[in-house]
């Protein structure tokens, strides 16, 4: 068992405090936080509160941290914990651009040390369930994928909706999403890159996005967050060379048709306001199979199981440095989108 600190005592350090508390390959040696208060309701929760960061990083025993603190501080204890010998998990987006992350991957190298990001959404059933389809082949290749998330409250109000911590929603939910959509894709090269940020409750960070990526070969993502959305779209939409998946939302299982024949000899008009059309007539069981897959089982904990594999050589990181790289990459391509308004055609494709 290795034993975790983790740094941060909020939201998502609470969450990993939860984990390592039941976990089978760590246990809690303690938390830091910076605010007193957080400290005092680790203590009254049992947990063990260090004093400060400095003395996480020279207590000898202690042989990994997670550092969940806003983002624009991931870098510097990053650093200082890599420094210091402890291997590390950073949280997501590991940090705001890709010198940084290069600073950071150089550090972990230099100390011989593991480093990753906490990509925790590749445990996510949703997202497993397209990775199976589009693994077992059932429906074909990939034309495109629609990944979606959206709610109906705005950008949280507190360091999220800052630009100075990191804020918005393409660092905070986007890196999920291209994280997932990226590996359904296996390695095919983006070549061109068009992104624009919604600004309904907030106007410094974006509080929504909508992100068209392009692939060579002329497949495509979609991936869009809002959150001014008071009906929301399906989660996933999947568009392959045989068949179409759907999943509705987190909940539901994965709906699929999949195509038997492409050729029709009787096609049943529907009616429209317009008038009958067979263009756009649902296809009959004739031509297409229907039916649902169940959510796959899967369980987020392998991520720290997997790490700390890594960690005594045993394994390959899950989430590697060209992944976190490559991930980074996209997103800064996605701002400078924004920012010139026009979709970035990249020379040399990532
Ligand atoms: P939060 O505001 O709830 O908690 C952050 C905590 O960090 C606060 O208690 C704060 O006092 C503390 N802190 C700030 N600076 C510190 C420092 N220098 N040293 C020690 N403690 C410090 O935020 P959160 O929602 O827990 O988010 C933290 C990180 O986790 C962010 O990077 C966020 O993007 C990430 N996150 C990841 C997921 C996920 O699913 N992977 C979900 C939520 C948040």
Known sequence: MKKLVVIGYGGMGGWHCRAALQSDVVTLGGVYDVKEERNRAAR???????????????????????????????????????????????????????????????????????????????????YLAMQKIVDSGEIGEIINVESRVQGSRGIPSDWRGMKEFGGGMLYDWGIHLLDQVLLLFKGAKIVKVYCTFDHITNKEVDDGFKLHLYFEGGKEAYIEIGTYNFLAMPRFYLRCTKGTALISDWTKKTRVVRMKAWHENDVLPVQTAAGLTKTMAPRDEITTDTYEIERPVSDVHDFYRNFTAAMDGKAEQTVTHKQMLRDLKIITTAFRSVKTDQAVILKKPL
């Open 44 to 126: 009254e929760a049992g947990i063990f509160a260090y004093g400060s960061f400095e003395e996480v990083l020279n207590d000898p025993s202690v042989d990994l941290v997670t550092i969940a603190v806003p983002n624009d501080q991931h870098e510097k204890l990053v650093i200082r914990a890599l420094e210091a010998g402890k291997h590390v998990i950073c949280e997501k987006p590991v940090t705001l651009t890709v010198a940084s992350l290069g600073r950071m991957i150089a550090a972990s190298k230099k100390a011989g040390r593991c480093f990753t990001v906490h990509q925790n959404r590749r445990w996510d059933v949703d």
